[in-house]
């Protein structure tokens, strides 16, 4: 008897809630409410799933720009001005490894030697130095070429 007036109360408080989800009045009969209830749970499926496909929407559109943002090459830029003794070289491109140690080995290698140098990889790598020729035969042509090489021959050992 106690397991039959436990089950009825049971019902009685999922019929509450089920009317408290369905909007709907004490006086609806029970199969309005189920009707009721489940339109109400379809509609929060279709919400969800609407939800989902934006989600995901976003996801691939982030994906594509990380792409095209990785896939985007910015620039190096090289600029070589002659001083009375020597060169001022200023550099800016993308961060990468030994970038630094490939443009000191380049200067090395055409006899150049850094006296002052700036170097800053905050966002990009850049670069700023004073550089003495031990041959006075270097152009502003010459440095620059060997600088762009210098980078460029880090990113196809990169790739």
């Known amino acids: 008897m106690a397991s039959k007036l436990q089950k009825r109360i049971a019902m009685r408080r999922k019929i509450h809630i089920l009317r408290a989800q369905a909007k709907s009045s004490k006086s609806v009969k029970r199969s309005f409410i189920n009707t009721a209830a489940l339109l109400h749970i379809y509609k929060l499926i279709l919400k969800l799933e609407a939800i989902k496909r934006?989600?995901?929407?976003?996801?691939?559109t982030k994906?594509?720009?990380?792409?095209?943002?990785?896939?985007?090459?910015?620039?190096?830029?090289?600029?070589?001005?002659?001083?009375?003794?020597?060169?001022?070289?200023?550099?800016n491109c993308e961060k990468g490894e030994d970038r630094l140690v490939r443009i000191l080995?380049?200067?090395?290698?055409?006899?150049?030697?850094?006296?002052?140098?700036?170097v800053s990889c905050n966002k990009r790598f850049e670069m700023e130095a004073i550089a003495v020729a031990q041959d006075q035969a270097l152009d502003v042509k010459e440095v620059t070429e060997a600088l762009l090489g210098a980078l460029k021959r880090k990113l196809e050992m990169r790739h």
């Open 54 to 60: 934006e989600y995901l929407n976003l996801m691939a």
């Open 105 to 118: 080995e380049a200067l090395d290698e055409m006899g150049l030697n850094v006296q002052q140098a700036r």
């Open 63 to 91: 994906r594509e720009y990380l792409k095209l943002m990785k896939n985007m090459q910015v620039p190096e830029d090289v600029e070589v001005q002659k001083l009375r003794e020597g060169f001022l070289v200023k550099v």
